[in-house]
């Protein structure tokens, strides 16, 4: 899939979320208000249509069709766009080391979209900011997000994140909400201070939504007790499966 090439819309909200329940996969999200609609005409090819379109408006994909090489998927209503221009959710796979009735979280790098999962069922479903690709930025190597399979390390309330902020925020953030650690210091947390989900913006954690953070934090295995700040995983209560692939858009 192409990157899209629009930049972030709109100032932060806390309150809105690009988040959809049970979605029904393939599920797609429109990555900038100045998208084009297309329509398919007789002969298979498409031509700019008309409809109105919203910044991280979600919709199950109900057709796919591909002309001179570009993806094309089509919402409910008609509204053809191009692969460029979405986001798009898929059935994932489910690794061998996760059991069919187990919880698990799928974050896919190519396509910046978080699943929550039980089994092969996805729950849950949401659009993310991982890591930069290295574009010469970063002197001391990759911002990229780790890859594999892990288990939630720790789970915090809030927690300070140093080096893992916005491009354009500062260094050090306190009291980011929903931290949830899989591996050394990579995690799954809130970032409030941008509205650019779907796009690789971070230091190297996967940023959530805050009403998306929140969400996947009190879905995710071992649960916070009553009153507390911070819960580790148990031989008895095991943290989540994390399972992170794919490739970051805008590699070079």
């Known amino acids: 899939m192409a990157e899209p090439a629009a930049a972030p819309e709109g100032e932060p909200d806390e309150e809105a979320a690009p988040s959809v329940v049970a979605p029904r996969l393939p599920y797609a999200w ?7 609609v297309y329509a398919q005409a007789n002969n298979g090819s ?26 094309y998927v ?14 798009i959710a898929r059935q994932p796979t489910r690794p061998d080391d996760v059991g069919p009735e187990d919880k698990w979280i799928d ?19 949401t659009l993310i900011s991982s890591g930069k690709a290295d574009r010469g930025e ?6 990229e997000t780790l890859s594999g399979l892990f288990r939630v390390k720790s789970k915090h309330l809030t927690d300070t994140m140093d080096g893992d902020t916005a491009v354009d925020g500062p260094y050090s953030v306190d009291d980011v909400p929903y931290v949830m650690y899989f591996e050394l210091a ?5 970032a409030f201070w941008h509205n650019g989900f779907g796009l690789p913006r971070s230091h190297g954690c996967v940023n959530l939504a805050p009403a998306d953070a929140r969400h ?16 580790y995983p148990t031989e008895s209560t095991p943290g989540t499966w994390i399972h992170v692939h794919g490739e970051t858009p805008g590699r070079r």
């Open 30 to 36: 429109i990555m900038t208000s100045r998208a084009t």
């Open 46 to 71: 498409f031509r700019r249509g008309r409809g109105r379109v919203t910044y991280h408006e979600g919709f199950p994909v109900v057709a796919e069709a591909t002309f001179n090489d570009i993806l």
């Open 74 to 87: 089509q919402a409910p209503d008609g509204r053809w766009f191009r692969d460029r221009d979405i986001r």
């Open 107 to 125: 974050v896919n790098l190519t396509e910046q979209v978080l699943l929550t999962m039980e089994g092969d069922r996805a729950t849950f479903g």
């Open 138 to 143: 970063n002197p001391d190597g990759s911002w």
């Open 186 to 190: 990579y995690a799954l947390h809130s």
């Open 216 to 231: 996947v934090f009190e879905f995710a295995d071992p649960p916070l007790p009553e009153g507390w700040h911070s819960v």
